[in-house]
């Protein structure tokens, strides 16, 4: 997830605070401790990255949240992408595929108090049907095609964040905003480069 992103491109102040508020100690592997807040990606358990802080704080900028706002996150990973939204937005649905990370991540986000984060293991192509329709939606793994369901769960107004492009391509980070009689706005924004998302 080595990007040319800098912090300095984001300037939503509840973004910043947010950034500022939430222990990335805590979602790293006790020997990364000490590079917790470097602006890198770092290695979690399963094969997976935690991404790297100017490209969480730019994607949380682009959902434009409120305090309001109710918000699906795919790839719960460590779970420190989904504490930075329950800084912001009242309710966070996380979906993860694998086991072992969706709990570890369950507990480690009770445990830090944020109690408006659900988290649940499953396939994230298929979203989270029962609380949609969501304000805002981020996918934090690249999406070879975006999953129809994610498009389908997002509300009238909603935005989407998505890295989208194969493990071995170019993936660029998309913006999609649902407008006013369900035009479908899309935005191509940074090249990045995200672990794939896999479904099915
Ligand atoms: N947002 C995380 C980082 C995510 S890394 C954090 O802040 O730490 C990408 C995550 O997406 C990995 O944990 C991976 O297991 C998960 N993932 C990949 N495909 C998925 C799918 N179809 N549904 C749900 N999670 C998926």
């Known amino acids: 997830m080595n990007s040319r992103l800098r912090l300095e491109e ?16 805590e979602f790293v592997p006790g020997q990364l401790r000490e590079m917790a807040y470097a602006d890198r990606a770092l290695p979690i ?21 409120t305090a309001a706002s109710r918000v699906l996150e795919i790839g719960t990973g460590s779970g420190y992408q989904a504490a930075v939204l329950a800084e912001i937005a009242r309710e966070v649905y996380s979906v993860e595929r694998i086991p072992e990370l969706a709990r570890t991540a369950t507990d480690r986000l009770a445990r830090l108090g944020y109690d408006n984060v659900r988290v649940r293991e499953g396939d994230g192509g298929l979203g989270w049907p029962e609380a949609a329709p969501f304000d805002a939606i981020i996918v934090t793994a690249a999406a070879a095609v975006i999953p129809p369901a994610l498009l389908a769960q997002l509300g009238a107004g909603g935005r989407m964040i998505v890295p989208v492009g194969g493990p071995n391509d170019a993936q660029v980070l998309v913006r999609l905003e649902r407008r006013l009689g369900d035009e ?13 998302l896999i479904c099915g």
């Open 10 to 25: 984001v300037s939503d102040p509840a973004v910043l605070s947010a950034m500022d508020a939430v222990p990335r100690e």
């Open 45 to 65: 358990m399963c094969g997976q990255t935690i991404s790297q802080p100017a490209v969480v704080a730019y994607m949380t900028e682009q959902l434009r949240l």
């Open 184 to 196: 479908i706005v899309r935005e191509y924004l940074w090249p990045v480069r995200f672990v794939p």
